[in-house]
Structures are given as structure tokens and as C-alpha cells.
């Protein structure tokens, strides 16, 4: 295991360095107006001056070599339009535990509904609970997430009365956004769960059981749910990463003030440097969601091991 995760990481790093690379290379063919909060009333000679202070004249190879300088010693650098000269730090600290805290909640509640509904459609295949699920899951997997978002924020407010607007330490106003980004992760889980749990009900070892005069509640719990959850424990990591994703639309949306809405405002404020920072977080989240949905198949499942020839993914 040790040596598993220790080429996992290796790999990974490899695989950060390659997209933190390419979005560094893309950012600077862009306009270099993004660099600039007032480039408007510079004259050429200022901003050329300018451009030089900041190395942004250097040669690629030079930049670039600055910029993983910078960031092994925990430097992101500074935003240029959205908060002129103040450190993407500093930013991000007070953006990170609002977005990280959304999705925690909203994945929360994915598991606590999700999960149950996919048992129960398993357990009641093809009758009513079942049928049912199935149109939940239908329409929001044939509905673009945009539309029943738009739906979920005009009739919340209008028919629930809660405020369009997020409010910090104001409990109410968590209930819609959180709700609407908790709807695919219900959908996942159910459709996966109830797929697993039917697949494992047709094994032998559930036939086995049967024929031992085991009760269908037992081996629904303990046999034919334990084994089909399996495969589903390695997606919630990677789940609270696209939940975050989700979140850039939602928090536009609501005006929540965390990383989702940052990113927006940012590219549409051409701030080059915070855009840049918000891409290297998500890819470096997405990464460590992969490792540690890994680990996670490990420590609910002993029979498996990525040691052995053919265990890893």
C-alpha cells in the first residue's frame, strides 16, 4: 500500500505540474490588461515600466521558474484587479472556509438521502418506491442542472419567502443552495446503489444464503449492502470536489461570498493571478479526491490491496 500511494503521489505531482504549466502558459498570451488595475490611464512608458517590475518581460522559462519559486515557499502572489495588491492569501482565507463549508453540508446530505433511497429502490425493484426513484433520477439527469437551479431560486423565495440573497450566520438563507447542489449527489448515489445492490443480489453467495435460511433483511444489510457500497466510497471524495465545482454557478447565484464566485467574478475582471491560484486548488483538490477515494476502498474492504499485481486501478 505504502508503495502505491507513494507512485500515486508521485504521478500526481507530475500531473499538477503539467496543468499548473499549460494554465500559466495560457494566462500569459491573454491581453496584458489583466495584470493591471488602471490600464487605462497608464501611458505606454508606464507600462512598459510596469510590465518590467512585475518580470512579466522575462522570458518564459524565467517567469515560470519565479512562479514554482514563489509557490514552494507558499507565495500565490497578488491580485491585480480584484483586490489590487493584496495578497491571493489573504483572499482565499476568507473565501475557503465559506465554499468548503457549503459542500461539506450539502454532501452530508447527499449520503443521509441518497443512500437511503437507493436501498429502498433495490429492495422494492420494479414496485412503486422503485418507480419513483427512477423518475426523480431520470429528470435530474436529463434536466440541465441551470434550469431546475433557476427553478429551485424563484420558487423558494417567492412560495418558501426565504431571502435570494446568502447571509453569513443567517441559517435560512444555506437552505436553497445548499439544496440545489445536494440534488446530483442524491441522484448519483441512488442510481449507483440500487445498480450495485442488484448486481450483488444475483450472486451465489446470496443464493447461498438463502438457502442457509437467512433472514432477507440480514443478508440485504449485511451481505448485499456492505458489498455493493464498496465501489461508491471511492466517488465521495472526488463528490465533494465537483459539489465545490457546482458551486461556482450556486454561489454566483446567491451571491455567496467563497471560492465558486471568486473564480467568476475574477475571469470576468481579467485578474490573471487569482485565476490562476483557483485553478491550481481545484486540480490539486481533484487529485488528492482520487488518492484518498483509494484509501477509503481499502479501509471499508481488507480483500483489497493495490500491492498485489492487479489490485490497482
Not at 38 to 56: A, C, I, P, W, Y
Request: aromatic residues 10%; glycine residues 8%.
Amino acid at each position: 500500500m505504502a508503495s502505491y500511494l507513494t507512485k500515486r503521489i508521485l504521478r500526481s505531482f507530475i500531473t499538477l505540474f503539467i496543468v499548473c504549466t499549460i494554465v500559466f502558459c495560457l494566462l500569459r498570451l491573454m491581453p496584458i490588461e489583466g495584470y493591471f488595475n488602471n490600464f487605462d490611464k497608464l501611458t505606454e512608458s508606464q507600462v512598459q515600466r510596469q510590465l518590467e517590475m512585475k518580470g512579466l518581460k522575462d522570458p518564459l522559462p524565467v517567469q515560470l521558474g519565479r512562479f514554482y519559486s514563489d509557490l514552494v515557499h507558499g507565495d500565490l502572489g497578488k491580485s491585480t484587479r480584484y483586490r489590487p495588491g493584496v495578497e491571493i492569501t489573504k483572499i482565499l482565507a476568507d473565501k475557503i472556509p465559506v465554499s468548503m463549508w457549503l459542500g461539506a453540508i450539502s454532501l452530508a446530505i447527499s449520503l443521509l438521502l441518497g443512500i437511503p433511497l437507493g436501498r429502498a429502490m433495490a429492495h422494492y425493484k420494479g414496485r412503486l418506491p422503485d418507480h419513483l426513484g427512477t423518475v426523480f433520477i431520470v429528470l435530474i439527469n436529463a434536466v440541465p442542472a441551470v434550469v431546475y437551479y433557476l427553478f429551485i431560486q424563484m420558487y423558494g423565495t417567492s412560495i418558501l419567502g426565504i431571502p435570494i440573497l446568502f447571509t453569513r450566520g443567517k441559517w435560512i438563507t444555506y437552505i436553497l443552495p445548499v439544496f440545489s447542489l445536494s440534488l446530483g449527489n442524491i441522484s448519483y448515489y441512488a442510481m449507483w446503489l440500487r445498480r450495485y445492490m442488484i448486481d450483488e443480489s444475483n450472486k451465489d453467495y446470496v443464493k447461498l444464503a438463502v438457502a442457509k435460511g437467512m433472514k432477507s433483511k440480514d443478508i440485504m444489510n449485511k451481505q448485499i449492502f456492505r458489498n455493493a457500497f464498496v465501489p461508491l466510497i471511492q466517488y465521495i471524495p472526488t463528490s465533494f470536489l465537483l459539489t465545490l465545482v457546482g458551486s461556482i454557478y450556486i454561489e454566483s447565484l446567491y451571491s455567496i461570498p467563497g471560492m465558486g464566485g471568486l473564480l467568476v467574478k475574477c475571469i470576468q475582471g481579467q485578474d490573471n493571478t487569482v485565476v490562476q491560484a483557483l485553478v491550481l486548488i481545484y486540480s490539486a483538490l481533484s487529485i488528492a479526491g482520487l488518492i484518498l477515494g483509494d484509501v477509503m476502498m481499502t479501509m471499508i474492504d481488507p480483500r483489497i490491496s493495490f500491492s498485489k499485481k492487479g489490485g490497482a486501478r
